[in-house]
């Protein structure tokens, strides 16, 4: 299995630091407002990385925080006469909502800055004992002149960092590109600290987290590709002073998710909520899934309507399969795999273990359902029928895809069978309104 790592720039065979267990973190929303589509982006991606691993046996302990502490945060609190907790408490739940309509799983340790205050203030003690970090007046700041491997991340050189940096000089700072790791203020919610009252920097937070939840390295930190800097560089730079090692032995971010080929921007209109988006959740899902996880995707209605027939398709031919061995009590035979359901498969499987290559993966199951459309029709072919659902239900569980199809009850199946009498008696009226039942059921 391939990973392409973000710090060495190349694909590298994955080897987990333990022989069955996957550990890894991916950075999570601030928890201010409604998440729009591009931050649902890695919201899917990663959900697949973790249900791909545990496809091939691993044990996954996948961790995504909430920032539930921030300027941003505080200032919404403020607009909305509100506290800082309650704002972060609406936009969880907001957040958990929104995960379940694009079909990611929330079942994962979700730490809250808030909650791990005390963690932070002593890996910020840390730094300054080690050296790294300094205060003036009552905030704290890290020494990035410290770190001879600041920037391996993101290919930036510090001597031209220096030079965007003095644009805007901080004359508390020793260097320009020091960052902030405790802020000292009294607006908003603050906490005591060694060096007064105040709240973390935000770059201290997730390391800080990682350190206390899993104690050493991990195997992926993952993110969006526009955090790589400075968030993730300031991450390594941090833990390069407290454990001499990069966090992670595979870093891996998403490209980003663009509206007519531009950036999403609130103040110009350009940006979709989730809990807004007007379309098949699956169908979206199949969309941000069928392009390279490290490629921008660009969206367009035109686009996404495409990908939601698609998806539409998929389910279709799935559900009339399904529905076709279901009443012929079929469901529970053992399927046997031909040759072109084997190959399939492979390919499939060839795909993920490609740097996640969904893309490909769905070319697959495009495949599958070319495949089953030409066998559906046949007569005895129940075994390789039974064959492809499997093979569907392996491919959906992996791609976080539902097809929203369940068995047939007593009910359902007479009803069938009795639309199937009607138009074969040429009782076409009769026919016509127990079709018309059986859409209203969603079993046509």
């Not at 009252?197 to 990682?210: D, K, L, N, Q, S």
Request: hydrophobic share 35%; with cysteine.
């Amino acid at each position: 299995m391939q990973i392409y790592n973000s710090i060495t720039r190349k694909l590298e065979t994955f080897t987990p630091i333990d022989k069955d267990t996957v550990n890894m973190y991916v950075c999570g929303p601030t928890v201010y407002n409604y998440i729009h589509i591009g931050n649902a982006r890695p919201v899917i991606f990663f959900d697949v990385v973790r249900r791909y691993f545990e496809h091939k046996g691993y044990i996954v302990n996948f961790v995504s925080n909430f920032t539930d502490v921030d300027d941003k945060v505080i200032t919404k609190a403020i607009e909305d006469e509100m506290t800082e907790m309650e704002v972060a408490n609406k936009f969880i739940q907001a957040f958990y909502d929104d995960a379940r309509r694009i079909g990611s799983s929330t079942k994962y340790l979700a730490p809250r800055v808030t909650e791990y205050m005390s963690s932070i203030i002593s890996y910020i003690e840390t730094l300054m004992e080690k050296g790294y970090a300094y205060q003036v007046d009552n905030d704290v700041y890290f020494r990035v002149g410290k770190i001879e491997d600041y920037g391996i991340l993101s290919g930036r050189k510090i001597d031209d960092l220096k030079e965007g940096a003095r644009i805007d000089v901080n004359t508390k700072k020793e260097n320009p590109l020091d960052f902030t790791l405790w802020k000292a203020t009294d607006v908003g919610i603050t906490w005591p600290s060694p060096w007064g009252e105040g709240r973390p920097g935000w770059h201290t937070e997730c390391v800080a987290m990682i350190n206390d939840i899993f104690g050493g390295r991990i195997d992926i930190h993952g993110g969006g590709s526009e955090i790589k800097f400075p968030h993730h560089e300031n991450e390594i730079a941090q833990n390069i002073a407290v454990h001499n090692h990069y966090i992670a032995n595979y870093w891996m971010h998403n490209g980003q998710l663009n509206i007519d080929d531009k950036k999403m921007s609130k103040s110009e209109g350009r940006i979709i909520l989730v809990k807004d988006l007007d379309y098949d959740y699956m169908g979206f899902r199949l969309f941000t899934l069928s392009t390279h996880y490290r490629s921008p995707i660009n969206y367009t209605d035109e686009v996404l309507t495409n990908y939601v027939k698609e998806w539409e398709k998929v389910r279709r031919v799935y559900k009339q399969s399904f529905y076709k061995l279901d009443l012929n009590d079929a469901l529970e035979i053992k399927g046997e795999q031909s040759p072109e359901l084997k190959g399939i498969e492979l390919k499939f499987m060839d795909a993920m273990d490609d740097d996640f290559n969904t893309a490909n993966a769905i070319t697959e199951l495009q495949n599958l359902v070319k495949y089953t459309n030409q066998i559906v029709r046949q007569k005895d072919t129940e075994s390789n029928l039974k064959a492809a659902i499997d093979l569907f239900e392996t491919f959906f569980k992996i791609l976080g895809l539902d097809p929203g199809v369940a068995k047939l009850t007593a009910q359902d199946k007479a009803l069938y069978m009795a639309w199937n009498d009607a138009r074969r008696n040429k009782d076409f009226d009769k026919a016509d309104r127990l079709r018309e039942e059986l859409q209203d059921r969603g079993i046509l």
